[in-house]
């Protein structure tokens, strides 16, 4: 990225980190509207983040967003494998778990920053210029890979901001996208395999690619946040030691000594990348540091190496090519080579192989479609770097993924269905010779015919590309194929090739093209030891298996003879063989039991069989033969091979003709000779046991042929129920996201079922739900104290109950309030004395259906007992009226307080205090002069003692201050509690102040 990127996404850190600590100014950053400019400049720098997802994801994008920040200014598009007929729901599980929008992916949508988006079920989901578009699938279900369509379209449409995530699940989908993020240096973020609950996805990735993040769900966010921030951050810094170039150079050196290898001479720029990267990973700042970190760490410097290589490769890739290759290229070579020869092909950088086998299966194409009748063979050399990566390509079994990108007919032809995916038939890895090689430094291959190196040369400076396109022309024969990739040219000083295709990159050596002198590659740093004292022992020259025969047939035999394997097949000739031995009919089939003459045909299993148990000589004597018209005689010897090493173990057949047996003598009678008669009926009796032989041998050949015929239906069956078992498997997925989807609607039921319950239960208030029949259907803890009820009773009339209510109409109240739709609400009380408020209301359901009745009991006894102390207190009220008119008759004020000593009651005739001034107030919060001290001391002792008393005490007035004669009372309810005071104030010139009865 550059420095403008690399500011935009520091901003963007920068504020997420500011939001932690000052949410409230992010938050009014956040709302404040964005010109159109802004908006254009942070779509045009957006991060996508893909997340993919199969069974037992959901959990772990639970995990994953609830520990994501709101504003981190990344778009997050999660793509799940989901069942094409289930209405999903995950965008509402996911918006309960984060703050950003969640939203379902519609066709055109334009990706926003801080929003997820969710795949729609039966749909495939691609992106392009920052907007989703949704695909019908075509495959069937059980070849869906809707992550590696999203992950690809991800890395070809945002290259270095795609970031991909692989969670939980089941399979291998992701793979191939994932190495896509990669070569366009993307990242990619792995969910640990340990913590994960299917851990397929998540092995799979980890065995395919090396992910530069892989940890458990949760701690996903922190490590991906300060991957971004160190790996542009230290940007800046690193581009200024990138300029000196020491410490760049210094890394190559560290390299070189552990690998061997040499990187002096590969692109800077991309070198730098992948350095940025595995900085990013261990979040060091520097380049120094991480010299200094390589130099503790040797398994770095594996990692860093392997992350140099860019193992990015796939079947048939760029079809075009291919189709070129198979249609017009090798037709072209094969109308004029002789019939028998061998072609040689090169793959250099061959990564795991997939390009070398591409290679192989278009050349079987190629012949299965040319009409004249030459015979040629293929010999491809695959070579690379990675010593992994090769041992993975000689095993030629690759993930089920490969079903996206290879055709079905291929996949049937060329490759064989297993339980850990599809594997390479045999006939075309035999083909491929896998070998480890620097091309830099290694010998090259020589006398080529056919050399791709696609996509290797871009990562390399000039003048390395100059010597390996010089090197390819070495190696290859005039007239030779060069096939580069997409992205590669030959420059301008190659004249030594002309083109074929420009557009496919396919070139052709021409045969006037001078071959200049090879130029001197880098050579292998592995120090090797040499010792002084060792004397050098002459290389024992390797015997080939010509030589070997050919010394054995010598010093032991001198017929015709053929050696073979222990199934037949036919590795050498020596002599004329052709009386014995013949081609069959058909297809080409190099094995001695097929080729064998009817005459020693049916014999030579048998010896063969038994050749093989140990090394001793098996000799058949005078097996008769037709040759020509006529017959031959010949004694077969049939021998396993003990020595040399080198032949050991294969298997030698010696044919040695014989004399014709004379004719049978006649005695001067004419008659036959005893001994001749005897053998005329012995070969009559062994003509017999041949045609019986023969008859048992069809019988044999009918019952093998029907087994081969059952043997084919079984293939077949064993195909189907292949098939059927991935099309269970990919059921199998999406039933467990559907699963894993209503767990969390029933979860979120059940919570918001207790929700209600605690929230029923805290008010207090006990409810009661009934059907249509009064039935009961629910009941909060609190109706217990109405009802004898129990966990039992749900199911019958709550009429059955016993109940201490005295409301014997609610039943009939019941029926009334489902008839007319009308709520009741009555006050009952029980045999103990409390008192409820019963509320009859009809049960709506949410599409407003009367489905029953609620009935609450709202316990009202405090209320009552207030209620019938204030009856109390204004009935001891009216008994000391008579005091009460008395006082006013001489125009007393009259007061009365309540328990508190606050004023709830007020008579002044001559207005001398303001009534509204002292309800609800003591003395002393109205003065604090003597007199009012004087007035609140008189209360309590009435309140503390229950007996009234008087005094003489100065209090303000509105006009000034006057003294009084006070009179405190008081007042009792019919229990005889004392429930107030009652105060009756005097002029003190009045001599005598009122009495009470």
Avoid at 374 to 380: A, D, E, I, R, T
Avoid at 894 to 913: A, G, M, Q
């Amino acid at each position: 990225m550059n420095k403008k990127k690399s500011s935009d996404l520091q901003t963007k850190i920068t504020v997420l980190e500011k939001s932690k600590t000052d949410k409230t100014a992010v938050t009014k950053k956040t709302i404040k509207p964005a010109t159109a400019a802004e908006v254009t400049s942070k779509e045009k720098n957006l991060i996508v983040v893909g997340i993919g997802a199969s069974a037992g994801g959901l959990e772990a994008m639970e995990q994953f967003f609830g520990n994501f920040p709101e504003n981190s200014g990344m778009a997050f598009v999660v793509i799940q494998h989901l069942d094409p007929n289930h209405i999903g729901i995950m965008p509402e599980l996911l918006q309960r778990i984060t703050p950003m929008k969640v939203f379902q992916a519609t066709d055109a949508i334009r990706i926003k920053p801080n929003s997820v988006y969710v795949i729609p079920p039966n749909k495939s989901l691609s992106i392009l210029k920052g907007a989703l578009y949704l695909f019908d699938p075509i495959e069937t279900r059980g070849l869906r890979l809707p992550i590696d369509q999203f992950f690809l379209s991800l890395a070809n449409d945002l290259e270095e901001r795609s970031i991909g995530i692989i969670l939980s699940g089941m399979g291998s989908d992701g793979i191939q996208g994932a190495k896509a993020i990669k070569e366009k240096n993307g990242i990619v973020l792995v969910q640990d395999p340990a913590t994960s609950k299917f851990d397929g996805m998540p092995r799979s990735a980890i065995d395919a690619l090396i992910p530069d993040i892989i940890a458990p769900a949760d701690e996903l966010p922190a490590k991906l946040l300060a991957y971004l921030r160190f790996s542009n951050v230290t940007r800046s810094e690193s581009i200024k030691e990138d300029k000196i170039k020491s410490n760049l150079e210094k890394i190559i050196i560290l390299l070189r000594t552990h690998t061997g290898h040499d990187f002096s001479q590969y692109k800077k720029n991309t070198l730098f990348r992948r350095i940025e990267r595995r900085k990013g990973v261990h979040q060091i700042d520097r380049v120094i540091s991480y010299v200094r970190f390589l130099q503790e760490n040797p398994k770095e410097i594996d990692i860093l190496f392997k992350e140099l290589l860019i193992g990015v490769t796939s079947f048939f890739r760029d079809p075009a090519v291919w189709d070129k290759i198979r249609d017009n290229i090798f037709p072209a070579m094969f109308d004029e080579l002789p019939s028998g020869y061998v072609l040689r092909a090169w793959v250099p950088a061959c990564s795991t192989g997939e390009e070398a086998y591409s290679l192989a299966m278009c050349f079987k194409e190629a012949i299965a479609n040319y009409k004249k009748h030459k015979n040629f063979s293929l010999q491809v050399f695959a070579t690379d770097l990675d010593h992994d990566a090769i041992e993975k390509a000689r095993k030629g079994l690759f993930s089920s993924n490969i079903a996206a990108e290879v055709d079905p007919a291929r996949l049937s032809r060329f490759f064989t269905l297993e339980t850990e995916g599809y594997r390479v038939v045999s006939s075309i890895r035999e083909m491929i010779v896998f070998a480890p090689q620097n091309v830099i430094k290694d010998p090259p291959f020589t006398k080529l015919d056919l050399l791709t190196c696609r996509n290797m040369l871009i990562y390399m400076e000039t003048d390395l590309q100059k010597k390996l396109l010089g090197l390819f022309s070495y190696s290859l024969n005039p007239g030779g194929i060069l096939v580069l990739g997409n992205a590669e040219t030959l420059g301008t000083e190659q004249p030594g090739f002309k083109e074929i295709d420009s557009k496919l990159k396919i070139f052709k050596r021409s045969s006037s093209a001078t071959i200049s002198e090879l130029q001197n590659f880098p050579s292998s740093m592995h120090n090797s030891k040499i010792s002084v004292s060792e004397k050098i022992k002459p290389r024992k020259a390797v015997e080939s298996i010509q030589s070997a025969v050919d010394q054995i047939i010598l010093q032991q035999y001198s017929p015709a003879s053929v050696v073979v394997n222990e199934r037949g097949d036919i590795i050498y000739i020596t002599g004329r063989t052709g009386k014995y031995i013949e081609p069959a009919a058909g297809k080409a089939n190099w094995n001695i039991f097929v080729m064998a003459r009817d005459g020693i045909r049916h014999e030579l299993p048998g010896a063969f069989r038994t050749a093989l148990k140990d090394f001793k000589a098996v000799r058949i004597s005078n097996l008769k033969i037709g040759t020509n018209g006529g017959s031959q005689f010949v004694d077969i010897t049939v021998q396993q091979i003990e020595a040399p090493d080198l032949v050991k173990g294969l298997i030698m057949v010696i044919f040695t003709d014989v004399p014709v047996v004379a004719n049978p003598e006649i005695n001067k009678s004419g008659k036959v000779k005893p001994s001749s008669i005897r053998e005329k009926e012995l070969e009559l009796e062994l003509q017999r046991s041949y045609e019986e032989l023969q008859s048992t041998r069809e019988e044999m050949q009918t019952s093998q042929e029907e087994l081969q015929s059952t043997n084919e239906e079984l293939q077949s069956t064993n195909e189907e129920l292949t098939t059927s078992k991935e099309e269970m498997q990919s059921l199998n997925e999406e039933l467990q996201t559907v699963n894993i989807e209503l767990q969390s609607k029933i979860s979120g039921y059940a919570r918001a079922n207790d929700d209600m319950k605690n929230l029923l239960n805290s008010t207090e208030i006990a409810t009661l739900f009934l059907d249509k029949n009064l039935n009961i259907r629910r009941y909060t803890d609190q109706v217990t104290k109405v009802f004898k009820i129990r966990g039992t009773d749900k199911g019958r009339p709550f009429t059955d109950l016993v109940t201490d209510l005295q409301y014997p109409e609610i039943r009939e109240h019941a029926l009334q309030v489902i008839k007319t739709l009308a709520f009741i609400e009555t006050a009952a009380s029980t045999r103990d004395g409390n008192w409820f408020t019963v509320r009859i209301m009809p049960y709506r359901t949410i599409d407003d259906h009367i489905d029953g009745l609620v009935i609450t009991f709202s316990d009202i006894t405090q209320a009552k007992k207030l209620e019938l102390k204030l009856l109390e207190a204004n009935k001891a009220l009216v008994d000391s009226k008579k005091d009460y008119d008395l006082a006013m008759h001489k125009m007393s004020i009259v007061s009365i307080c309540d328990t508190n000593l606050r004023y709830i009651w007020s008579y002044d005739p001559d207005k001398e205090f303001s009534s509204s001034a002292i309800i609800g107030k003591r003395d002393d919060e109205i003065s604090s002069d003597k007199g009012s001290q004087a007035l609140l001391k008189l209360k309590k002792q009435v309140l503390e003692n229950g007996v009234e008393r008087d005094i003489k005490c100065t209090l303000k007035n509105k006009t000034g201050s006057k003294n009084y004669h006070i009179a405190a009372t008081p007042l009792l309810n019919h229990e005889g509690q004392i429930i107030g005071v009652s105060t009756v104030i005097q002029d003190s010139k009045v001599k005598k102040p009122p009495e009470h009865p």
